[in-house]
Nanobody, 120 residues
Framework: VQLQASGGGLVQAGGSLRLSCVAS????????VGWFRQAPGKEREAVSC????????YYAASAKGRFTIARDNVKGTVYLQMNSLRPEDTAVYYC??????????????WGQGTLVTVSS
């Protein structure tokens, strides 16, 4: 049972990336899913979360208006579309999931992280 985050890479400031999160061993459908990031020397922070039914979403202040979280329950995938990227968005991005907790650092399942690097 594990999560797989993908889609990171190197992009110039102002560019876009779409991160994907899929699960193996179970389906993400109806799980609360969150995207978190950790930059070097900084604490992990919650970037965006989506509830199991997709009706509730959360965005960190730094992500509002630029990032969009969405889920495709047919594909069992949760996406984080990141537009207008800034150098300060550079971090390892993790997806996490839990059957009960919404937008919490105590999520049960965590992916391995995907590196996003935004150059100025």
């Amino acid at each position: 049972v594990q999560l797989q985050a993908s889609g990171g890479g190197l992009v110039q400031a102002g560019g876009s990336l779409r991160l994907s999160c899929v699960a193996s061993g179970f389906t993400l459908n109806y799980y609360h899913v969150g995207w978190f990031r950790q930059a070097p020397g900084k604490e992990r922070e919650a970037v965006s979360c989506i509830s199991g039914n997709g009706m509730s979403t959360y965005y960190a202040a730094s992500a509002k208006g630029r990032f969009t979280i969405a889920r495709d329950n047919v594909k069992g995938t949760v996406y984080l579309q990141m537009n207008s990227l800034r150098p300060e968005d550079t971090a390892v991005y993790y997806c996490a999931a839990d059957g009960n907790r919404y937008c919490s650092f105590e999520y049960e399942y965590w992916g391995q992280g995907t590196l996003v690097t935004v150059s100025s």
